[in-house]
């Protein structure tokens, strides 16, 4: 779906719970509330391909405003220090972007979700804490800066001064924090920065192209049926009628190759099993000469809202 602005994804699912008349409903990976853009929520039987997704990679467009540094790295925080611009050059931020692009070690944002001794670290930064976080490893695959303009800053009513806004796309790994990488590029030029605008356009092979708002899915829960959604996520392994009923009662099978992977990044997914009528039956794992059922789908039974049902799949990715 097409997470709202304001919208935790906390909130989304909760209304996604109403829309589809069932529980049974969670997400595949966090925005911030000030976000908007790609949420994948499973429904039903689909709550169990999540786990699968949660670590593709992501692909953001995002404003970095240069000058101003906030308590949260993004707009929504407190302005802590404003740095003169006037010195900033396109070169210099292309250069700074470029260092930051590849293998690098980020250190999240303190007000993250990542707990700290069993506590979220944003609640303890609210509560006075001063929170510092240890650096990770991410992955940026591209750092694409597509306009830089000088901007007036500041609130109505003070001195407002003039800062550097930047437009730029990134594709990165799963756990990047795109407002750390504000952070961190206006701390490599001198000046600060933060995030003044979030969208996500993609999570793993699923696009803003196939997202919906909660007003349409409120109106017709349009879904991507279970098989679609394993079918573009995972290898695929085309299964006999045969190779079917054995792993329909969690038997192993002979190992096979998985075909269409999407990329690189799912290699070490289980491959994931079609019958001859092209129902996802399971997500197998080779073991050996012999590949073993991770998770077996019975056949649908359920029902929710309007939602699509065909052939038996469960709809609800």
């Known amino acids: 779906m097409d997470k709202p602005q304001g919208w935790t994804s906390h909130d989304v699912v909760g209304r996604m719970r109403r829309i589809a008349g069932t529980r049974k409903v969670g997400h595949a990976g966090t925005l911030d509330p000030m976000a908007t853009g790609v949420l994948v929520v499973g429904i039903n039987k689909a709550t169990r391909l999540l786990t699968y ?160 708002t909660l007003e349409e899915l409120a109106e017709k829960l349009d879904v991507l049926e279970m098989s679609d959604a394993a079918r573009a996520l995972m290898p695929n392994r085309e299964l006999s009628e045969a190779e079917t009923t054995e792993i329909s009662f969690g038997r192993r099978i002979a190992a096979g190759t998985g075909a269409g992977t999407p990329d690189a990044a799912t290699a070490d997914k289980p491959a994931a099993a079609f019958a001859p009528d092209g129902t996802l039956v399971a997500l197998l794992a080779d073991a050996g000469s012999y590949a073993k059922p991770v998770l077996v789908f019975a056949p649908d039974n359920e029902k929710h809202g309007n939602a699509k049902q065909g052939n038996g799949k469960q709809a609800g990715q």
């Not at 611009?85 to 470029?98: K, L, P, Q, S, Y």
């Open 53 to 212: 997704i949660v670590g593709t990679s992501k692909t953001y467009t995002a404003t970095i405003r240069l000058g101003e540094s906030t308590v949260t790295d993004d707009a929504e925080g407190e302005v802590t220090a404003t740095r003169t611009t006037t010195g900033i050059t396109e070169d210099a931020i292309r250069a700074g972007v470029a260092a930051l692009t590849g293998e690098i070690q980020q250190v999240p944002s303190s007000v993250s979700a990542i707990k700290v001794n069993g506590e979220r670290a944003y609640a303890r930064v609210r509560s006075g804490e001063e929170v510092k976080l240890a650096a990770r490893p991410v992955t940026i695959h591209r750092f694409e800066v597509h306009e830089i303009r000088r901007v007036r800053a500041g609130e109505a009513g003070e001195t407002a001064g003039e800062a550097v806004d930047v437009d730029v796309t990134v594709e990165c790994s799963s756990g990047t924090y795109i407002r750390a990488l504000a952070r961190d590029l206006g701390e490599a030029l001198g000046v600060g920065g933060h995030l003044t605008a979030l969208r996500r356009t993609q999570v793993g092979p699923y696009t803003l192209d196939q997202a919906h």
